[in-house]
């Protein structure tokens, strides 16, 4: 099993900036493929950005491309999502996701909540004046 943990969401101004981050531990991680997902109250969970865990590339959805940056470090296994420009629209609880590693077409997969199986709690990102 691998647990996943977000630090760094919070309060900020629009047109400010946050740095996510996520944890991973347990057993040995072999996923192919790591995003972050937002859900924002009575909406649903929406893709955001997601990374190949071996240099793979990057995936992200259109109303952040340009804002936000995702990124990984192998040797601690974390994962980082880079956010400036926020807008009040990017409020929203963050999730970081993580795939088994056994999906062989994930590349066509990773807009989707489906392909992953290891989710964290979420982290609590407000964009507010």
């Known amino acids: 099993q691998v647990q996943l943990v977000e630090s760094g969401g919070g309060l900020v101004q629009p047109g400010g900036s946050l740095r996510l981050s996520c944890a991973a531990s347990g057993r040995t991680f072999s996923s192919n493929v790591v995003g972050w997902f937002r859900q924002a109250p009575g909406k649903e969970r929406e893709f955001v950005a997601a990374?190949?865990?071996?240099?793979?590339?990057?995936y992200y959805a259109t109303s952040v491309k340009g804002r936000f940056t995702i990124s990984r470090d192998s040797a601690s296994s974390t994962m980082y999502l880079q956010m400036n420009s926020l807008k009040p629209e990017d409020t929203a609880v963050y999730l970081c996701a993580a795939d088994r590693g056994d999906n062989v077409v994930w590349r066509m997969l990773v807009q989707s909540t489906r392909l992953y199986n290891y989710w964290g709690q979420g982290t609590q990102v407000t964009v507010s004046s």
């Open positions: 990374i190949g865990w071996s240099g793979g590339g990057t």
